[in-house]
């Protein structure tokens, strides 16, 4: 099974912080996409790449960038963390979606003080 | 981008009781899939269902692609399938997925 992991469960960072959330799949998958879950919202997508040093945009990247410098890692930045960006993040995996799917890492809870 | 609309956003279930939830798609989609949502908040991928009907144990799918609905149907609910249920499609060649809001399912014994 496709492994997908989120370095952390629950962040605590106050405004004005950079905030690095890290997400690690052990298979060797193209695509890696990052996605905010808010209630009532669903979820939205902020970017993801399909290649390594490759990324697009998603629905509401403003805030956010991100960096793959290796196929397995994708990690998203909070350049200046704003109370607006407390959320639940989640980090997810596909080799094509056509065909396998998306695997979902367990999420990072970020509070914003 | 695709607006997914799912009904109904809230469902309480006795346990053993069946269920149909449902998933409208502003446009036509490809790769469509169902996810569950645990009560930890770890989302895993239920179904992947373009077109047709599958079934696995007590769920099953349908989607009918061309009129741009899926249906997903739990029978025999279990204080387990509690969670929320999330569908999801992309544009063909695409490689992200359009996600509704989902409907939030709860199982009481």
């Known amino acids: 099974d496709v492994k997908v992991t989120q370095s952390s469960r629950y962040l605590v960072k106050r405004t004005g912080e950079k905030v690095f959330l890290e997400c690690v799949q052990d298979?060797?998958?193209?695509?890696m996409f990052w996605y905010r879950q808010d209630p009532g919202l669903g979820l939205r997508l902020i970017y993801f790449?399909?290649?390594?040093?490759?990324?697009e945009k998603g629905d509401i990247p403003e805030g956010y960038s991100v960096s793959r410098e290796k196929k397995e890692r994708f990690s998203l930045i909070l350049e200046s963390a704003s109370t607006n960006q407390t959320s639940m993040y989640l980090c997810?995996?596909?080799?094509?979606?056509?065909?396998?799917?998306?695997?979902f890492g367990s999420g990072t809870r970020l509070t914003v003080v | 981008g695709i607006q997914v609309e799912q009904s109904p956003p809230d469902l309480i279930l006795q346990e053993g009781a069946n269920s149909t939830l449902r998933c409208n798609f502003s446009?036509?989609?490809?790769?469509l899939q169902w996810f569950h949502q645990n009560p930890w908040g770890q989302l895993i991928n239920l179904f992947y269902?373009?077109?047709g009907t599958k079934q696995n144990g007590r769920l099953s799918a349908t989607t009918v692609a061309t009129e741009r609905y899926s249906l997903l149907y739990i029978s025999s609910s279990q204080t387990t399938d509690s969670g929320v249920y999330f569908c999801?499609?992309?544009?063909?060649?695409?490689?992200?997925?359009?996600f509704g809001t989902g409907t939030r399912l709860t199982v009481i014994p």
């Open positions: 997810a995996s596909s080799l094509q979606v056509t065909v396998y799917g998306y695997t």
């Open positions: 298979m060797d998958h193209e695509n």
């Open positions: 790449s399909y290649d390594v040093k490759m990324k």
């Open positions: 446009d036509s989609v490809n790769n």
């Open positions: 269902i373009p077109s």
């Open positions: 999801a499609g992309g544009r063909r060649g695409a490689n992200n997925l359009f």
